[in-house]
């Protein structure tokens, strides 16, 4: 869609369509081969598997899972697992491509890949998702491996998921390979970290922009869609900076209070259940209220496509940091361009994860743990770093800052497969 087409939300786009789209944005600004335009519109190869599992009763079921790949020019593929009863095809293959812009974002060694099973995990045993997930890691085993393809958690998998998809490859090679998954417990290879890194970045992002705009952070007022892992670190690190946090969410509902409440006292949802919405605070509303609240900067960190051509057009914030991935749809994304608020695309803002997962790797292949400190050193130079090329692009040239996000990292993709050529 170009930005003179009228706003029509008629069809959600799929992630396959949006990578697609953000990838022919992008392209349009910078001179780049068509031919390789049209290799990155494509997935490298698509793995499906079946995956037997035995049940805690005896009988025997049959689950299908998938690994996409998209591409490698720049380094082993890299990207989530996730155990959910909506996983498809299409979806790895697009969620791939969102892996592939967001590691060439951060300049990581590293291509995009996606993956999962296509389960309700809240239906297995603890057992039962042992069993899944070391048949997985055994069917996958011939894709996967520390250069070639490192999974990682997403979406109903965690930790102990990648300790035992660790533990099940290591068995197989023969030799104990932490490299072959990140997100791990750090007493196997984990890193310092990791949890809180996403809501970090996307804290760290924030932190920038409010400078960029030279608006003061004291007297910044900032609302937080989804109080869990990110939302929750990134309204901490803000408040920690001296932002005024006035509202965060949970599933049930909001709380707001406009002299700002106090994040620490706040407990995560994943934590507790109902801590948000039953917080004591002024007062309360409802989720699409904390969206149109009167902010310096809106988060929405809880899911995807929750700013759209409904509702853009009351948002009220001056700024919007994407804490989720994929919360703006493009019809919303097009009316915040009409009018003017600017927005700090996903694959930047909570790409701390897949930048942590790459410090995890480091360590593993090394041998060597990094302390906390280290970690939060080096994710802030990252971000830095990520953020200063960004703002190039978005100063030399008239786009937004997600327009500008994706030039930079199909620039740097578009050169390496340059500078590789194609063979035979
Ligand atoms: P989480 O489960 O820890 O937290 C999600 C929060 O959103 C919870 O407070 C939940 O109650 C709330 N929520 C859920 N549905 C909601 C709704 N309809 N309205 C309002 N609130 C709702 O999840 P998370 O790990 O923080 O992930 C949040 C988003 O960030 C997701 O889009 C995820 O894909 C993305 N993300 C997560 C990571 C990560 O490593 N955790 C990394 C990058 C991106």
Not at 161 to 182: H, I, L
Not at 315 to 338: C, K, M, Y
Request: with cysteine; aromatic share 8%; charged share 30%.
């Amino acid at each position: 869609m170009t930005t003179s087409e009228p706003a029509s939300e008629l069809e959600e786009e799929s992630a396959v369509e949006t990578a697609r789209r953000q990838l022919e944005r992008a392209a349009a600004h910078l001179d780049v081969d068509e031919g390789i335009v049209e290799r990155l519109r494509h997935p490298t190869s698509v793995y499906r598997v079946t995956i037997p599992l035995e049940r805690d009763d005896g009988s025997r079921e049959m689950f299908t899972g998938y690994r996409a790949h998209h591409d490698s020019v720049r380094g082993p593929y890299k990207g989530g697992l996730r155990y959910h009863p909506g996983v498809t095809e299409e979806e790895c293959v697009g969620l791939s491509m969102w892996m592939t812009w967001k590691c060439a974002v951060m300049d990581l060694p590293f291509g995009g890949a996606k993956g999962g099973v296509v389960v309700d995990p809240k239906e297995l045993s603890e057992d039962e998702t042992e069993r899944l997930t070391r048949r997985f890691a055994e069917e996958l085993r011939p894709v996967i491996g520390p250069m070639k393809d490192i999974p990682a958690p997403d979406m109903g998998t965690g930790p102990q998921e990648m300790a035992w998809f660790m533990d099940a490859y290591s068995m197989q090679q023969g030799e104990t390979e932490p490299g072959v998954v990140t997100g791990k417990p750090p007493v196997i290879g984990g890193s310092y970290g990791r949890e809180r890194a996403p809501g970090r970045s996307v804290g760290i992002v924030a932190r920038e922009a409010i400078d960029y705009y030279d608006w003061d952070i004291e007297d910044t007022t900032v609302a937080v869609q989804g109080f869990g892992s990110v939302g929750a670190n990134a309204a901490r690190y803000l408040d920690d900076l001296g932002a005024s946090i006035v509202a965060v969410s949970d599933i049930d509902g909001a709380i707001y209070d406009p002299d700002g409440l106090d994040t620490t006292d706040v407990e995560d949802h994943d934590e507790t259940p109902g801590m948000v919405s039953g917080y004591d605070a002024p007062e309360t509303l409802a989720n699409d209220e904390l969206l149109e609240l009167d902010v310096d900067i809106l988060i929405p960190a809880a899911i995807g496509n929750v700013l759209t051509g409904e509702n853009a057009r009351d948002i009220s914030a001056n700024l919007i940091v994407e804490g989720a991935n994929g919360p703006t749809t493009s019809t919303a994304d097009q009316i915040f361009e009409e009018r003017d608020i600017p927005v700090i695309p996903d694959i930047v803002a909570n790409a701390g994860g897949v930048t942590v997962s790459y410090f995890e790797w480091l360590q593993d292949i090394n041998r060597r743990k990094w302390s906390l400190e280290r970690v939060h050193q080096e994710l802030e130079d990252e971000m830095l770093q990520a953020w200063t090329a960004i703002r190039k692009e978005y100063d030399a040239r008239d786009v937004t800052w997600r327009d500008a996000t994706y030039i930079v990292a199909l620039s740097r993709i578009a050169e390496a497969h340059d500078a590789r050529g194609l063979w035979p």
